[in-house]
């Protein structure tokens, strides 16, 4: 069954240094999306990507976010430089279209900030 | 804006006891609801949903009902097992704010045998 993957499955960084997370979105796919989930809080939305541009962003997803789909199979998020309330799990989602179109999420990447 | 409320956990049962979680949600329009699980080391999958009101959402023993009246959906298994241990987030999209999902907190749920 195809699925989300997530690289790496965790990351650590000093604060101030350039992260890039990777996923793999499911290869039929045309929407999709990062999420995070800071330890103990609520899995958040941050953006979401269609036709190689940015449709939704939330207030989280500030000018030290970015996302890039560089080639036919890669969806990434930049994270310029790190704080230390950027340490979360980041999740990756895909989705056929939009509606009500069913969102796959991949097994998420740690993110520690040191 | 949206928000989605869930009982806090963790939650631990017995195996072939009976689970309730409960959510409840706040939405502007008339949004989609959903039961997402998340078994340890894995990513975040669709359990169930039900996008309109009165809709029971099925799938693996669980079920939920959208109450629009009470705004709830909450989740049920008559009788769980050891492998339902995960954590359960409830989420709604209402596509009047557009596709994102919105969760509620995550509750985990031990099941001991």
């Known amino acids: 069954e195809p699925e989300v993957t997530q690289t790496p499955s965790h990351q650590v960084t000093q604060m101030g240094q350039e992260v890039i997370l990777r996923c793999v979105p499911i290869?039929?796919?045309?929407?999709f999306y990062w999420y995070r989930q800071i330890l103990g809080q609520k899995v958040e939305f941050l953006v979401s990507f269609y036709n190689n541009e940015i449709s939704e962003k939330s207030e989280i997803f500030d000018d030290q976010f970015s996302v890039e789909r560089p080639d036919g199979s890669n969806f990434t998020l930049k994270i310029r430089s790190t704080k230390l309330e950027d340490s979360a799990m980041y999740f990756c989602?895909?989705?056929?279209?939009?509606?009500?179109?069913?969102?796959?999420f991949g097994p998420g990447t740690r993110l520690t900030v040191t | 804006g949206d928000s989605v409320t869930q009982m806090e956990g963790p939650v631990t049962l017995s195996e072939e006891a009976f689970l309730t979680i409960n959510c409840t949600y706040t939405a502007t329009g008339y949004p989609s609801l959903f039961w997402y699980v998340q078994y340890p080391g894995e990513g975040l999958q669709l359990l169930l949903k039900a996008t309109k009101a009165d809709d029971k959402g099925s799938n693996k023993g669980f079920e939920a009902t959208y109450r629009k009246e009470t705004t709830s959906f909450h989740l049920e298994k008559g009788s769980v097992q050891v492998s339902d241990s995960a954590v359960y987030f409830c989420?709604?999209?209402?596509?009047?704010?557009?596709?994102?999902?919105?969760f509620g907190g995550g509750t985990r749920v031990l099941v001991k045998p």
């Open positions: 989420a709604l999209r209402d596509l009047a704010a557009g596709n994102k999902l919105t």
């Open positions: 989602a895909s989705s056929q279209r939009q509606g009500q179109a069913e969102q796959y």
């Open positions: 290869s039929n796919h045309l929407y």
